[in-house]
């Protein structure tokens, strides 16, 4: 599969919120997968920060963000979407979507490739 598309990202002060997309390229889906959220903040390795199910009933969060962010999806639209709330600096990175064949945060496979990602910064 192409790579998917993630957009919503800013420069935002600490307590707000930002919702983020994740749309799939032409002619592809994300409604036959779990998907799942990433984050990689400068000089660190990704990180699975949350994911969900192909049927969006079943959810994950890192213990980082749980209570903070809510992951959703659209298989109508071809869309994911990460709402962001009560931000922190800590949440500084880039995030990415990608494909999953389960939402278990080290393991299964990743379907495709990574995207550019976009960029999130919290300011104290």
């Known amino acids: 599969q192409l790579p998917l598309v993630e957009s919503g990202g800013g420069l935002v002060q600490s307590g707000e919120s930002l919702r983020l997309s994740c749309a799939a390229a032409p002619r592809s889906t994300v409604g036959r997968f779990p998907v799942a959220w990433f984050r990689q903040a400068a000089g660190k390795e990704r990180e699975q920060i949350s994911c969900?199910?192909?049927?969006?009933?079943?959810?994950t969060y890192a213990a980082a963000v749980e209570g903070r962010f809510t992951i959703s999806r659209d298989n109508s639209r071809n869309t994911l979407y990460l709402q962001m709330n009560n931000l922190k600096p800590e949440d500084t990175a880039v995030y990415y979507c990608r494909r999953k064949s389960t939402c278990e945060p080290t393991g299964g496979t990743l379907f495709g490739s990574w995207g550019q990602g976009t960029q999130v910064t919290v300011a104290s």
């Open positions: 969900i199910s192909v049927s969006g009933t079943d959810t």
